[in-house]
Structures are given as structure tokens and as C-alpha cells.
């Protein structure tokens, strides 16, 4: 249906199966793309002013602060995909999101490997004095 | 006599290698997963794109293991904490969030052809990233004038090495951005010159995900240790 309209680089964006990332599926309407944008940067904003705010209120138990933030930066990268790069759940989407979940493990393999083997290391590691005795 | 040419628009494919017929035609040799023809260059071209990004963000994944690794190592100078001003940091966030969702607009505008909206989106978006850099720029001369410089200890060369990569990165992206601007101007809006946009609208709005983490594990969780 949209191969036909004699706008051919619209053409080259729609595919019966894909989507290139960064591309939406329905582009037709510039309200629709201009609303996507909007939305992604409240949403985006609002995530992030919450991020400052709660190092300064009280409103979260101290020790949970590091979580909330976590979870807080992780919402926002979620945001940013779907509204920003539009990696999407769609079935026109698959490949791209196949390829943003392998990178996300092997992101999640090299930080929290490092972290924890590290972890592990100087919890292992004599002090250095302690060593110098022991070599002596 | 004309060889027989399938009915449609895309190239022909000899050796049936891609998905060879559109739906709803009948099935020919090529009756594998993908049907429907070789995806288009502009899919092909920003997937490509799409993979280099995730690299990208594994590089990144080694200079956050570092930091993580290596930030109390302070060698009795200045900690985190020290050196994190939340109003800059703040600014910063501002600034590069905007960047994105004006680059964004501007994709809209570059899939309408509209030349002059095109055009001022950019340069706004490569303002607001240069506002960004010049920050950045700031907050690591102002730390090498105190002494506390990539050389000091461990945690400051993770920290450089960190935040000075995504620096790299903004630098470079304003480069592409100058460049996309030159050749929209001098090309116009050519298949190839979109696909180029495309790509460096993904690059961009990969940067603000990775300052998102920057932020928030360097800067944010900076001021509570």
C-alpha cells in the first residue's frame, strides 16, 4: 500500500518485515513524530530532576539511595530508546532488538565480572606490610 | 527477446539469495526464513550502525569497570566527592537532553525535506552539545589547575579516562554534525545523504544514554560516598 505513493525514500524506510532502528513505524503524521519527541523528553526530564532530587530530600531511606538511582537511570535509558532511537517490541523490530540484548550482556558481563572479581581480589589481597613480612 | 523480470520495484536478485518476492505473491525458490525481498539499503546501512553502537556501549562497559574498580584509590588526594559540582553536572544533563530531543526534531524535519528547518535544527544541536563540551572543558582544566589531574591517582585517570571517552565522543559527533550540515546543504536530501542523518541521529542519541550512567554512577553517587 505505502509502496505505491511516489514518495520514494518513504518507500525505502517501510519494509514488510523490518525497521531500520532509529526509524518509526508510522512517520505519516509530523504531530505524531513531534508528540513522540515531546513525551520522550518530559519523560526523560522528569527522570532525571527525580535523579537530583532524591540526593537532597529525605523522602527515601538513605541506605536505598544507590538503588534509586539505579533504577531511576535505568528507566531513563529505557526511555530514550523507545522515544529517541525507537527500538521498539514491534515484530518489525526484532532484529534490532536481538542485537541491543546481546549488548546488554555482555555490558552486564564485563561490569559486574569486573566488579565482582575485583571485589573478590582485594578482599584476598594481604596488606601491604603484612606482605612485605611474609617475602622476607 | 527480454529476459522475464519480476513484477516489482526492488533490483532483481539472480542468485535468489535474499527474500526474493513480496507477500502475496507466489512463493519462488528462495523460501526461507526472510520473505519479501533483500531489506532495503537505509535498514541494512542503520542496522549496521546499530551494531558498531553496541560495541561502542561495550567499550564503555570496560572504562565503567575501571572507574568502579579503581574509584576509592585515591592515593590520598582528592575523592569523588571533592571534585563533583551538582550544578554543572545538572547543566550539563540539561543541555545534552535537549541537544537529543533537537536533533530528534530535526530527523523529522530531514524526512519532509524541509532544508531551512533541517539546516537550524542541527545547528542548534550542535550549539547545545558545543555548551555541553565547553563544561566539560572547564570542569577538567579547572581540576588539572588544582593538582588533580589524570596523573594524581588511580581513581582520577579511571575518572578522566571515563568521562574524557565521552567527551571524545561528543567532539567527534560535532565534526559529523558540521559535516551532515555541508553536505545537506551542498547534496540535498539524497538517499545516501539520509541514511548518513539516520546514523548520526542514533550516534547522538547514543551519547546522552551513555551520559545517563555517567551521571548517574560518577556524578550522583559521587556526592554520597
Not at chain 1, 529525605?58 to 536505598?64: V, Y
Not at chain 1, 549488548?103 to 606482605?131: D, F, K
Not at chain 2, 523460501?31 to 531489506?39: I, K, L, M, S, W
Not at chain 2, 561495550?58 to 575501571?66: K, M
Request: glycine share 10%; net charge negative.
Amino acid at each position: 500500500m505505502s509502496e505505491h505513493t511516489g514518495h520514494h525514500e518513504r518507500d525505502e524506510a517501510t519494509d514488510d518485515r523490518d525497521i531500520a532502528p532509529g526509524d518509526e513505524a508510522e512517520q505519516d503524521s509530523l504531530g505524531a513524530g513531534v508528540t513522540g519527541y515531546v513525551v520522550g523528553l518530559v519523560l526523560a526530564g522528569g527522570l532525571t530532576a527525580a535523579s537530583f532530587l532524591v540526593l537532597r530530600s529525605s523522602i527515601i531511606w538513605p541506605p536505598a539511595i544507590p538503588a534509586a538511582l539505579i533504577a531511576l537511570a535505568i528507566a531513563q535509558m529505557g526511555v530514550h530508546l523507545v522515544f529517541f532511537l525507537h527500538i521498539t517490541t514491534g515484530p518489525d523490530n526484532t532484529n534490532n532488538v536481538l542485537a541491543l540484548a546481546f549488548g546488554v550482556l555482555v555490558v552486564g558481563l564485563v561490569l559486574l565480572g569486573s566488579m565482582w572479581i575485583m571485589a573478590h581480589l582485594s578482599h584476598q589481597a594481604m596488606p601491604m606490610g603484612e606482605a612485605m613480612q611474609h617475602f622476607r | 527477446m527480454t529476459p522475464p523480470v519480476a513484477a516489482t520495484t526492488r533490483p532483481h536478485d539472480p542468485h535468489q539469495l535474499g527474500r526474493g518476492h513480496k507477500h502475496g505473491e507466489p512463493h519462488g525458490h528462495a523460501t526461507g526464513h526472510g520473505e519479501g525481498g533483500p531489506a532495503s539499503k537505509r535498514i541494512s546501512t542503520a542496522y549496521g550502525f546499530w551494531i558498531f553502537l553496541l560495541s561502542d556501549f561495550i567499550i564503555f562497559a570496560g572504562f565503567f569497570a575501571a572507574y568502579a574498580v579503581l574509584r576509592d584509590n585515591s592515593a590520598g588526594g582528592p575523592v569523588i566527592r571533592d571534585i563533583v559540582d551538582p550544578a554543572r553536572v545538572a547543566w550539563q544533563t540539561a543541555l545534552l537532553l535537549l541537544s537529543s530531543f533537537v536533533a530528534g526534531l530535526g530527523s523529522l524535519a530531514a524526512a519532509r525535506k524541509k532544508l531551512w528547518l533541517t539546516e537550524a535544527a542541527l545547528l542548534v544541536t550542535g550549539l547545545l552539545g558545543a555548551g555541553f563540551l565547553l563544561l566539560e572543558v572547564t570542569e577538567f582544566a579547572q581540576l588539572v589547575r588544582e593538582g588533580a589531574g589524570p596523573d594524581r591517582s588511580a581513581f582520577l585517570s579511571s575518572f578522566f579516562a571515563l568521562v574524557g571517552c565521552h567527551g571524545l565522543h561528543v567532539s567527534v559527533g560535532l565534526l559529523w554534525l558540521g559535516t551532515m550540515m555541508a553536505q545537506i546543504w551542498a547534496k540535498g536530501f539524497r538517499a545516501d545523504i539520509q541514511r548518513r542523518l539516520l546514523c548520526f541521529n542514533l550516534f547522538w542519541h547514543a551519547l546522552d544514554i551513555i551520559w545517563v550512567a555517567i551521571f548517574t554512577m560518577v556524578y550522583l553517587m559521587g556526592t554520597l560516598a
